[in-house]
């Protein structure tokens, strides 16, 4: 947990793992795109950490297969921690008398880059939030939720949202085009991300992006990659007019809110020491 927060993983000493992914709330740093070293923004909007070991694939274009291999991306990217390279940085964490005391204690070679990611990766597969009211409800604690909420789950699949949010993670794995049934203009914004067609360079790739787990999702705004849409309201209006074609009314969006709410878990307990 110290790694995680501890901000001599940037190349200017201002950015840990912790600023994108603020463990006090819902995992990310509530902000459209995330800011890195020198003030620089990102392209996309920070994804909760929590639960992410659940993930098929990391990053909303899906291109770490691994908790590692995310963790390797913001360490080295110019926009996020600012190395660039591994030689740059390992130079100056060799220089940090702790940090190679604790990594020479728990790992036979040390501070390596494989050992840095591997301590992170370890300590981030246990931020998982089980015990949402939904959860308790499944495993047969008939009074968990309301029956606003059952009603909420039943329009859920009803609307068809639950085509694409399903599974341990309520989400998270698979890939689709945002706007499948209507087109949210998003093709028209030259620098808009490319999502998946980044990594596969295939044209039906082209703005297909990882679908999100809703796992606490009443605490992850702002939402899309983009961080566009601000309240939770909007983004299911948003998602079932533009995925399925859907028009909801007020009230409607009244009880799939109440039901996303009940997605909310327990923080960790290693959070609670």
């Known amino acids: 947990m110290r790694l995680f927060h501890d901000e001599r993983l940037s190349k200017d000493g201002t950015v840990s793992c912790a600023t994108c992914h603020d463990l006090s709330t819902g995992g990310d740093d509530g902000m459209p795109v995330s800011i890195g070293v020198g ?6 909007n920070s994804p909760t950490v929590f639960n992410s070991v659940l993930n098929f694939r990391q990053f909303w274009d899906g291109r770490a297969a691994t908790l590692e291999a995310q963790a390797e991306g913001p360490l080295l990217a110019a926009v ?21 005391d604790e990594f020479e204690e728990l790992y036979s070679d040390g ?18 939030t ?10 047969g604690e008939d009074d968990a939720i309301s ?34 049934v209507e087109s949210t203009g998003i093709e028209n914004q030259p620098n ?13 790739d082209r703005f297909r992006f990882k679908v999100p787990s809703l796992r606490n999702v009443e605490l ?12 939770l309201g909007e983004a299911i209006q948003y998602m079932a007019r533009h995925q399925l074609g859907e028009h909801l009314t007020p009230e409607e969006v009244d009880l799939l809110t109440l039901f996303l709410k009940s997605l909310t ?9």
């Open 80 to 100: 996020e921690m600012g190395w660039g390279n591994w030689d740059d940085a390992e130079a100056f964490l060799s220089g940090q008398s702790d940090l190679v």
């Open 147 to 180: 029956p606003e909420v059952l009603r909420g789950y039943e329009l859920f699949k009803e609307v068809g949202c639950i085509a694409c949010h399903q599974g341990r993670n309520i989400g998270a794995n698979q890939f689709q085009i945002i706007g499948r």
């Open 265 to 273: 878990g327990e923080l960790p307990e290693v959070l609670k020491r």
């Open 220 to 231: 992850t705004s702002p939402y899309m990659h983009d961080g566009s849409i601000k309240t």
């Open 192 to 204: 808009s991300p490319k999502g998946l067609y980044e990594v596969t360079g295939r044209e039906r």
């Open 111 to 128: 501070l390596t880059l494989e050992n840095l990611l591997n301590a992170l990766a370890v300590f981030e597969s246990v931020l998982v």
């Open 39 to 44: 003030g620089q923004s990102g392209s996309f």
């Open 130 to 139: 089980p015990d949402a009211p939904f959860d308790r409800w499944l495993w």
